[in-house]
C-alpha cells in the first residue's frame, strides 16, 4: 500500500511523485516510491527515492537514494529531501533506514552525515549484487533511527508534571527561552486567529515587581517565566476561540519545558481568580487593553521532584468505538 505524499515539503523543497513501484519477490526488489525533487515554485532540481523495508539488497544499496542536478549543490537539498522521506518511512512504520554511499563520494556521505545518520561500517559488495556488477566494491552504510524522535515526544507527554516547588538559581538562556516560545508559537489555533501571544521575563527586577502582586505566592524561585497572553477576538461566525488556542500554546510550552529539561507549572486558576492579579500583572509588563493575561509559566532547573497527582486509569476516561454500556462506565 502507498500513501499519499502530497505533504512531503518544508517550505523551500517538495518531493512531487514520479512513480511508484510494487514489490518484486523473485528479484528481492522492495516496494518504492520515486519522487522528483523540486523547488517550491515546481523547478527540478533533482530525485531521490524510498525502498520500503529491510532485506540484503537494502543494506547495501539502501532505502534512499539521491541525486541533486549539478547546479543546485551545496544547498543541503538532498539532506532536506532525506528528512522528507523520514516522514514517509515512519508513516509505514519503518522503525530505521540504511543510506549507503560510495567511499569516495565524499558530498554523500556529508549528506548522511547531515540528516543525522550513524556510521555503521564499510562494507564489501557481494559478487551477486548489481552494484558489483557496476564495479563498485565497497560502500559506507549509515543507518538513521526513526524511533528516537518518536519516542521522545512520547515521552516528553508522558514525563510532564506540574512542579509546585523550588527551583535552581541557574539562569534559563534565552535560546532555551526562545525555543518554548517558538514551540507555544507552533501550537494550532482556531481558524488560524493565532490569538495568543507570549512575553518571557528573565530580568530579575521585572520578575521581582510580578512575585509582588501574585497572591499566594507561586514559582518565586524560578529564574525566568513566561507570560501568556491572549485576545478574545472572533474567529468564525460568533465563535471565539481564544482559550482553546492558548490551551494548546501553553500545553505545547509545557512540553518544550519538560523536553529541555525544565520544570513548570500552569498557573492560572491563581492569576485569573476575582482579585484579577492578572491585570496588575498585565501593567506591569506594559501590555495593551486589548490583550488579557491568562497565564503564568515559572520555568527553571528544579530543586525537587514533582509530586505525582493521582490520574483515573485509562478504562475510567477512555473506551474503543462506543461508550462502554450503563453499568461499565465508572463513576468519575
Ligand atoms: C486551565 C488550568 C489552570 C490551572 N491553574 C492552576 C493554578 O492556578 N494553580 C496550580 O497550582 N495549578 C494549576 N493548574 C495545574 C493543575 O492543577 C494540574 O495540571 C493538575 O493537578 C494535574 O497535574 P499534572 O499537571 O501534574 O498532570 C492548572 C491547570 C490547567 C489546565
Redesign the pocket.
Known sequence: MFYPTDDLTNGEILLRLARTAEAMPEKRWLPAYYFDICLTDGTKIGACDLRIGHNDKTYIGGNIGYAIAEQYRGHRYAAQACRLLFRLAARHRMEYLIITCDPANTASALTCQIAGGQYVETASIPEDNEMYAEGKREVMIYRFDLTEGRERVLSAIMN???Y?GKFLPTPVPREDLRRIMEAGLAAPSGCNRQTTSLIAVDDPETLKRLHAVIRPP?GETAPAAICVLTRRIIAYRDRCFAVQDY?AA?ENMLLAITALGYES???????TDTDRIGEQMARILGVPEEYELV?FLPVGIAEGR????R?KTFEERAWFNAFPASGNAADP
Open positions: 510532564r508534571r506540574s509546585r507561586v490551551a501553553i507549572c500552569w498557573y492560572e486558576g491563581h492569576i497565564c514533582p509530586v505525582e497527582p490520574k
